[in-house]
């Protein structure tokens, strides 16, 4: 028995336990993918009896091995059929009755959605600057809004944040959502900090809120990135950047009526406790 018998029918084995699982529902998160949804249960059996048949086929005696390769060509044949048709009869019972809502909150139907949508008629960066005259920022810089108020539309959206741009004008600080997150989102989104409402601004913690909790994140690629808060008359923005402590310090000399409470005399982008 070689090992280029052996390796097809191990392979063929897990394929085929994988299938059951998705047959008989014991994983089911599979169903809500918009493309070839019915792939678990057609293309991964057909290719797991493949590798399993052309395992045997290679260690038995003619002619049982010509009638396993007979069936691995029927087979295979069948389910590239059935997976690219997606007939409504196949199936078991819990997939063929399916909620089959277009589901966001799966990556790759976000990706589709995301290729299809047109962009919004007026975007986020578009309303930031007419609320400035039109005026060109002394500064542009990449910035994530931390906020729950936007939501989660979709998958390509991380969990209570916007991913956009601060827009840095004399008279004030305008936050803008870039173009995918517009797509997504439907409507733009736009955060206006007036300069002469600035009290305070300060590097915080990464996954800080504006009202000083820390939220859950276990979408974040960045756990320990930390973040800027800024402080205004009408209450706390914060914003997930590069270089926080650096961008708080510039943020706090422009505009803060008194210096950052950042209250320690760390280096501004040393590591924040806890």
Same mark, same amino acid.
């Given at each position: 028995?070689?090992?280029?018998? %052996? /390796?097809?029918? *191990?392979? #063929?084995? =897990? ?10 529902? !014991? $994983?089911? &998160? ?42 691995? %060509? /029927?087979?295979? *044949?069948? #389910?590239? =059929? ?10 078991? !019972? $819990?997939? &063929? ?65 916007? &991913? ?111």
């Amino acid at each position: 028995m070689s090992i280029g018998s %052996i /390796v097809p029918i *191990l392979l #063929g084995c =897990v394929l085929l336990g994988v299938a059951w699982m998705c047959w008989t529902g !014991r $994983w089911r &998160r599979w169903a809500g993918v918009a493309v070839l949804p019915n792939a678990p249960i057609s293309g991964v059996p057909a290719t797991g009896l493949f590798l399993l048949l052309t395992g045997v086929g290679a260690l038995v005696p003619s002619p049982f091995s010509g009638v396993c390769y007979g069936v691995v %060509i /029927v087979v295979s *044949l069948a #389910g590239i =059929v059935i997976m690219m048709w997606d007939p409504g009869w196949y199936g078991p !019972r $819990w997939f &063929r009755e399916r909620d089959r809502t277009f589901d966001l909150t799966i990556p790759i139907n976000a990706a589709v959605a995301a290729s299809v949508r047109p962009a919004p008629s007026v975007s986020s960066e578009a309303v930031a600057r007419a609320r400035m005259g039109g005026a060109e920022p002394l500064e542009r810089w990449r910035a994530y809004l931390v906020s729950d108020e936007h939501g989660r539309p979709s998958a390509l959206q991380r969990i209570g944040l916007v &991913r956009g741009r601060l827009l840095l004008y004399p008279e004030a600080l305008v936050f803008a959502a870039e173009a995918r997150e517009d797509e997504m989102r439907g409507s733009p989104v736009v955060e206006e900090i007036p300069a002469s409402s600035v009290v305070a601004v300060k590097r915080v913690p990464s996954r800080s809120r504006a009202d000083g909790t820390r939220r859950r994140a276990p979408d974040l690629p960045a756990v320990y990135r930390p973040c800027v808060r800024i402080d205004t008359d009408a209450g706390a923005f914060v914003f997930e950047t590069a270089h926080a402590g650096r961008r708080a310090g510039e943020l706090a000399s422009r505009y803060a009526r008194g210096r950052s409470p950042s209250g320690d005399s760390r280096p501004l982008d040393a590591p924040a406790a806890g």
